[in-house]
Structures are given as C-alpha cells and as structure tokens.
C-alpha cells in the first residue's frame, strides 16, 4: 500500500466522519506513524511540540475507532489499514466477478463496517490455499520504499501475465522481502500460494512430489505418479498459482561461470523452460543472487518471462533503516546509505556497528580512513568470492588495482587472461551483480565500492 493510498484512505474515513478533510498536520502524523516514528521524531521533523503531536494523534484514532467499530491505536493503525485495504481490493474485486452492480466512490465509508462480516469476502479467502511456512514474515511498518518495484511485480504478474519470472540482485539488497511483501498484499488474488527455498530442497523429483501433494488438495487426490509434469501443468492452468522459489543459486556451479545448472539439477532448467512456454494461469517466481541463461535467453516476445533485477533502496527508504538504529548525525544519514549503497542488510550490520564501536555517532565512523566492512558483510562476500570461477577472480583482483574504471583493453594489457576468458569473465560477474558498467561510449568497468575494499584488503593480501 502506498503512502497515497494510506492518506486517501484515512481522507475518506475522517471526511465522512467529521464531515472535514485531513488537514497538514494530521497528514503529517498519518505518513510519520506509517513510516514507523516515534510521536517525538514526527514533532521535530515538522516543529511542533510532542504533545500536540500526541494529541492530533489520540483525536485520529478515536475517529478511526468510532468510523470502523473496532479499536484503533498508534501500534495497530498501519496492519488494521492494510487488512482493510486488502479486504477492500477483494470485495471489490468478488463483486465485480459477480457482476453486481456496485457503486463504490462515494459509497464506500458505510461499507467499511459491514467488510469484515461480509460472506463474499470470507468465500475468497476460504479458497487461497497457502504455504508460507519457510517464508519470512514481514512486518508493514519496518518495510520500507520498493513501491516501484511492487508495481512492477503486480503489472508482470497480473497485467502481461508472466508466467515465469526471476527476481535476482545481489545478497541482502532486499529480494526475499519484496516478494514476500507483494504476497502479503494479493493473497487474495491467488488460488494457491506456495514458497518453497531451493537450499532446503533435496531434488527436483521431491520438489515435484511436494508441490503436487500440496496443490491437489485443492481438487480431488490426484495421485503422484510418473506423469508429475503433465499434472503438474494440468493444476497450473486450472487454477491461479504464484510459486516462488527462493535460493536458486543453490542448484547452481559453485567456482564456476555464474548460473549454470550442477549435473544433478539440470532437470530444473527444463521445468523452468516449460513454465515459461506453455500455456496456463499460474505464475513462478525464482530469486536468485546469480542470473541464469534461460533468465536472460528466452524470448520476450513469444515466451513470457520477466526479470526484476534490484538495486538498493532509495534514500528516503534507507534513511528509514538507520533512524530504527536511533543513531546520531542525521546530517551524515544520506552519506551512510550511499557508502552502504542503499542495501538493507549492509545498512542494519553497519548501524550496529556505530551502535556497539562508535556509541550510536555517525559522524565517527565516517571520519574512518577506509570503508569499513562489518564480519558479516565479509562473510557474504566470502561465498560470493568462493563461488566465482579462476577468471573471475583474477578479473577482479585486477580490477581492484585500479583507481579508476577500467576498459577491456586495460585488462587485456594487465592480465594474463584470454580476450575471450575476460569478457566471459565479466559476463558472469555482471550476472552476479558484482560489477558495474558505465554506460559512457567506451565501455567500462568498476567493482561495488565495498566489495572492491573487500577485494583490497581481504584478497589482495593472500
Ligand atoms: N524494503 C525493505 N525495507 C526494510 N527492510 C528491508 C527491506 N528489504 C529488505 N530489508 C531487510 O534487509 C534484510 C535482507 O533482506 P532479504 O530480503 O533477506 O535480502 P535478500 O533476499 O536479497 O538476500 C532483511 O533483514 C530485511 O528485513
Ligand atoms: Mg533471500
């Protein structure tokens, strides 16, 4: 849900309350508590004095309360917004399908009551079969930005129904988390809702056994048997399925070119193939920190197949992060979220860090000579370097010794590597999101600022 959609929202009720729109300052409260703030950080960023802030704040939820007939306050104001909003979207969505003729603009506020009671509702969500047991809860309120990104998916997914697609960046910038928040938010435009996480699974045929034992409970007991496939796709284009697999990266080569299938998963890159080619309702969703070739290969044109590829957070968004931390020197916040480039996972090991070494001062650790890389930043570069093939390494290694961006001829000039060894080489670490390319004429390349200090200090010097 967007900021937009919670004002209007929140517009609608206390209009239809009051009789009177939401003024400034009760705006400024609403976006502040759906942001996660504390009452005395949304008065100093609009100077006004926390008190107020309590009390336009106290007024909001009594009005809320009384409009909705159930209990609103500070801590449940954003979940209960968003529950009803879902139960909005489906109402809207179950009467559209029946045809009724609903008119909802101006009509909506006395129906807001009446929602949670509402039998079409209760029908819809009866029959979403999920299985979110391994995937991670998210809590709205510490979710920050990636309203792009949510549109994205839902246009994807629901407007050029695509039937395959990969959500793919580097580790921690957030991939699991976004899905996971978009599922949160259409539940209820799914029949079956699965997340299964490839590292946990043993092989695609008991991958297969599960997802089909899971997915005919919905009809009647299909039997598992040597036709999986066929039954497979047979349930996929019945009903509307989302399965995300998370970790794909774990079926593929380790110390080799990025994204290619180990001898014994190469099954899975047939299945892939198949969901993207063949005609049925159903989406899979595949997160990976490595891109594989049919990520990349297929064609748009005639196979649907999409790729989301996440950069970091946007700093309105990371700025969030490091104010849960209550650090100091708001001033340097922005400086922060560029050095840990806006990646979710950095920004929270680094904010301990300042907590626990620098006593919450921004400032302090900024003041460090060099860019500091916390023992968990290097643990997930650790498995990144390990996974890199020969080429891959000397390319980086190289690259590293460069102060500035380097062309394929300075490599060529500084390695020992084959012209062909280098711009594979250099495919593969794109495919990892472990390399940047200007987009200037003469192309050229860089490492992420922290992992070229990881390069520097922690491989350079074996
Ligand atoms: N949009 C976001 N807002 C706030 N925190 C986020 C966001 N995206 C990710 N995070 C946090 O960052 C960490 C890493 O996110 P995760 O989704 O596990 O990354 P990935 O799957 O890409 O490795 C998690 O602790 C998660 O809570
Ligand atoms: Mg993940």
Redesign the pocket.
């Known amino acids: 849900m967007t900021i937009t959609e919670v004002l209007q929202f929140a517009d609608r009720l206390v209009f239809a309350h009051r009789g009177k729109h939401l003024d400034d300052i009760q705006e400024t409260v609403i976006k502040g508590v759906w942001q996660g703030k504390t009452y005395e950080n949304i008065a100093q960023e609009c100077n006004r004095s926390e008190s107020r802030i309590r009390d336009v704040g106290y007024q909001l939820w009594k009005t809320f309360s009384e409009s909705l007939g159930e209990d609103i306050n500070k801590s449940n104001f954003c979940s209960t917004i968003e529950r009803l909003h879902i139960q909005e979207k489906s109402s809207i969505s179950s009467i559209y399908r029946t045809n009724c003729n609903f008119n909802f603009g101006s009509q909506t506020l006395y129906q807001y009551q009446k929602y949670p009671q509402d039998s079409q509702i209760e029908d819809i969500t009866k029959t979403t079969f999920q299985d979110l047991s391994i995937a991670?809860t998210?809590n709205p309120t510490?979710?920050?930005?990636?309203t792009k990104e949510l549109e994205t998916l839902s246009d994807y997914i629901f407007h050029q129904k695509t039937r395959l697609m990969a959500v793919l960046?580097?580790?921690?910038?957030?991939?699991?988390?976004?899905v996971k928040?978009f599922i949160d938010l259409n539940l209820q435009n799914f029949d079956v809702v699965i997340w299964r996480n490839l590292k946990l699974v043993k092989s695609l045929n008991s991958l297969m056994t599960d997802l089909l034992k899971k997915i005919s409970i919905q009809n009647q007991n299909i039997l598992i048997s040597d036709e999986q496939f066929t039954e497979f796709f047979d349930l996929l284009s019945r009903q509307k399925c989302l399965i995300v697999l998370?970790d794909v990266q774990n079926i593929f080569i380790s110390g080799k070119i990025a994204g290619q299938y180990q001898k014994q998963h190469t099954e899975y890159q047939n299945l892939f193939q198949a969901i993207a080619q063949t005609e049925h309702q159903s989406c899979v969703i595949l997160?990976s920190?490595e891109k594989s070739q049919e990520m990349t290969a297929l064609d748009r044109e005639v196979y649907p197949i999409q790729n989301l590829e996440?950069e970091g957070?946007d700093n309105l968004?990371g700025i969030?992060?490091i104010q849960e931390y209550k650090l100091q020197d708001r001033e340097y916040w922005l400086n922060l979220n560029d050095m840990y480039l806006g990646n979710?996972?950095y920004l929270?090991y680094i904010s301990t860090l300042i907590k626990d070494i620098f006593q919450d001062s921004v400032s302090q650790l900024i003041a460090e000579e060099n860019l500091i890389i916390t023992e968990e930043m290097k643990q997930l570069f650790d498995t990144s370097y390990q996974r890199m093939s020969n080429v891959e390494k000397q390319i980086v290694l190289q690259i590293s010794k460069f102060d500035d961006n380097v062309s394929i001829e300075d490599l060529k000039k500084s390695c020992s590597l084959s012209s062909i060894d280098i711009i594979n080489g250099l495919q593969s670490l794109k495919r990892r999101y472990l390399l940047n390319q200007t987009k200037t004429n003469n192309t050229l390349f860089s490492l992420p600022s922290l992992f070229k200090e990881y390069i520097k200090i922690f491989q350079m010097s074996n």
């Open positions: 991670p998210i510490y979710f920050y930005g990636r960046g580097i580790s921690g910038i957030g991939k699991t988390t976004l928040r998370d997160i920190q996440l957070l968004a969030e992060i979710p996972l929270q």
